[in-house]
């Protein structure tokens, strides 16, 4: 079974400070890939970033980076340079090659204080 | 289309009614999934689509749920009879390759049954 642990329901942070999002996951398989999804008031899930776990380099997209520590099964999301509009709920979730759904955390609701 | 489109974006209903949701993927998506969202919770997946077959549909929580796909592309999510408990809000996502690829979000059905 695969499963996906955010231990954090809420956090808050300062506009212009950084801020890490925590994940862990389990999982058998070995060919298996890694998303941050955002999800903002307005209910529209968009793709925050992606990483495969056959690659050793985190990904990085502008102001989020990731920390994917594959043997601790780890993959926490850094916000840099907070802004107000990543006020969203972050879900954490994974999949493999051979699957069709991912599995979901149950959320982080991260508010960025002005 | 320019993104996963679902209709109704909110519908309310008498417990005991049937209900149909609708979800139109992006062109030439073969993956389509369904899942389920309590106020304020994580994702709870309920179905998965590759191409017109239902390979997963192990989180369809009774079988007063069904749904189809037809033509590769529209998804219908139907409830039977419904109850209070099935009150939620409703996404619809589609993906180019399955569990690899990520997946793109519709704004979801708010369901409420009264």
């Known amino acids: 079974a695969q499963t996906v642990t955010q231990s954090q329901p809420e956090m808050s942070v300062q506009e212009a400070e950084t801020v890490t999002l925590s994940c862990t996951y389990d999982?058998?398989?070995?060919?298996?890939?890694l998303f941050w999804y955002k999800q903002p008031p307005s209910r529209q899930m968009i793709l925050v970033i992606r990483q495969e776990a056959y690659k050793q380099q985190n990904a990085t997209e502008n102001r989020f980076s990731v920390n994917f520590q594959k043997a601790a099964k780890s993959f926490s999301l850094k916000i840099s340079d907070s802004q107000l509009g990543d006020t969203a709920m972050y879900f954490c979730a994974l999949s493999w090659s051979n699957a069709g759904k991912s599995t979901f955390g149950d959320g982080t609701t991260l508010t960025v204080k002005p | 289309g320019a993104g996963v489109s679902q209709s109704p974006s909110n519908k309310v209903t008498e417990k005991g009614k049937d209900v149909e949701l609708r979800c139109d993927p992006i062109?030439?998506?073969?993956?389509l999934y369904w899942y389920r969202q309590s106020l304020g919770q994580g994702l709870e997946f309920l179905i998965y689509?590759?191409?017109?077959?239902?390979?997963?549909k192990s989180g369809l929580p009774s079988d007063r749920f069904s749904a189809e796909r037809t033509g590769g592309s529209v998804s219908t999510l139907t409830i039977q009879r419904t109850q209070q408990e099935d009150s939620a809000v409703y996404l619809c996502a589609s993906s180019p390759r399955g569990g690899r690829t990520e997946a793109f979000f519709g704004q979801g059905t708010r369901l409420t049954v009264v």
């Open positions: 689509f590759q191409g017109n077959s239902a390979p997963d």
């Open positions: 062109s030439g998506h073969t993956a």
């Open positions: 999982t058998s398989e070995n060919n298996y890939y």
